[in-house]
């Protein structure tokens, strides 16, 4: 602890060792952080190999007469059951025309569906 006594300031020597730990501790405190900082950024995974690891096969199913796409899927819907058959189906998206697109991981899965749905 500092003391003041007018312009002349005297620092209390018992304290020091007190001080020191106190630094010694922050000090640690800061390397540990800065530690895991590195680590945090170097686990950042760039835009590109992102994409890479995330290929996905598509089949895209057109309507045998003129309909909605909601109307196809509920047709396809109706026709197989993925999670019987063992697929993973990542998306369905609404095509023109009434079309549905139909995403796997991968070609097994695509192939399995499109041989279902013409059954």
Do not use: W
């Not at 106190?22 to 190999?49: C, F, M, P, Q, V």
């Not at 109307?71 to 993973?88: C, F, R, V, W, Y």
């Not at 023109?96 to 991981?105: D, E, F, L, W, Y």
Request: charged fraction near 30%; charge should be positive.
């Amino acid at each position: 602890m500092n003391k003041d006594f007018g312009d002349n300031k005297f620092v209390d020597v018992a304290a020091l060792p007190d001080r020191a730990e106190s630094i010694a501790a922050r000090n640690e405190n800061l390397a540990l952080k800065n530690i895991k900082l590195t680590l945090n950024e170097s686990s950042i995974i760039k835009y590109s190999d992102a994409v890479k690891k995330s290929s996905q096969e598509t089949i895209v199913e057109k309507p045998k007469k003129d309909q909605q796409s909601s109307a196809t899927k509920l047709e396809i819907q109706n026709k197989i059951d993925p999670s019987t058959l063992g697929i993973e189906v990542t998306k369905v998206k609404h095509t023109r025309n009434g079309g549905v697109a139909i995403s796997c991981t991968n070609k097994e899965d695509v192939k399995n569906i499109s041989e279902n749905i013409k059954e």
